[in-house]
C-alpha cells in the first residue's frame, strides 16, 4: 500500500514537471467527510447513519486558461458508515480508509467561484468495524483495494488562497471483492473542505 501511495504522489509531481508555468499552484486542503455505503447491497442499511470523518490532503492547482483549470489531488479519506448510532455518540463504525486520487476539471464562473467534476481512483488502506468497547480489523482479501469513483463539487477561492468546497464523489466499483451479483455496495462521499492554494 506504501507503493500506491508513493505512485500517487509520483502522479502530482509529474503533472507539475509536465505543466510547469509561472501560474502552477500548489495548496493544502482538509475537512470533514459524511459518508455512507450505496446500491443494492446495502439494503436496509441505506438510511440516515452516515459516518462522520475527516479528509486532509495536497492539492495542484494547473491553469490552463483564465476561466479553466486542471486541479489533481491526493489526500487521506475516512469513509463507511455507522453500524450503530448512539445518544451519547459512541457509535460503532464500520471503517473503510482510503488515499484517493481525483483529477478534477474546474470551471471559474465568476471571480473566486467555481465548479468542479472528474473521474477519482481510491486505494484502501484500512478497515475495521470500531465501536466504543473495541476495534475489530476487517480482512482486505474480503475489500478490492481499488475503488473507481466520479466526484462533482462547487468551491470558492477568496484573494489571498484561502478556498471553501463541498463535494460529492459516487463510487462506481462494488467494495467487496469477488462475484456479488445484484448486490452491489458502493462508496458515497459528501465532503466539506477548507483549502489553502500558494500562488
Known amino acids: 500500500m506504501k507503493k500506491l501511495f508513493l505512485a500517487a504522489i509520483l502522479v502530482i509531481s509529474g503533472s507539475s514537471a509536465m505543466m510547469a508555468q509561472s501560474d502552477l499552484a500548489f495548496g493544502i ?3 470533514v467527510n459524511f459518508s455512507n455505503l450505496t446500491g ?3 439494503g436496509e442499511y441505506d438510511d440516515d447513519s452516515a459516518r462522520t470523518s475527516f479528509n486532509l ?3 495542484l492547482e494547473i491553469p490552463v486558461s483564465e476561466k479553466f483549470a486542471i486541479q489533481p489531488e491526493v489526500f ?3 469513509q463507511g458508515f455507522d453500524l450503530v448510532q448512539r445518544e451519547d455518540a459512541e457509535d460503532t463504525e464500520f471503517q473503510l480508509d482510503y488515499i484517493n486520487v481525483p483529477v478534477l476539471a474546474k470551471i471559474y464562473l465568476v471571480q473566486g467561484l467555481y465548479l468542479e467534476a472528474g473521474p477519482q481512483v481510491g486505494f484502501l488502506v484500512e478497515s475495521k468495524i470500531d465501536g466504543p468497547n473495541a476495534t475489530i480489523g476487517l480482512n482486505e482479501d474480503n475489500f478490492n ?4 469513483a466520479g466526484a462533482v463539487g462547487v468551491g470558492y477561492k477568496f484573494n489571498g488562497g484561502l478556498y471553501l468546497n463541498a463535494r ?5 466499483t462494488d467494495i467487496y471483492d469477488g462475484e ?3 448486490d452491489s455496495t458502493k462508496n458515497g462521499v459528501f465532503a466539506a473542505s477548507l483549502g489553502f492554494i500558494f500562488n
Open 29 to 31: 486542503k482538509g475537512g
Open 40 to 42: 443494492d447491497g446495502f
Open 57 to 59: 490532503g495536497a492539492v
Open 76 to 78: 487521506y479519506s475516512g
Open 145 to 148: 483495494d481499488i475503488d473507481f
Open 168 to 172: 460529492y464523489t459516487q463510487g462506481f
Open 180 to 182: 456479488t451479483g445484484d
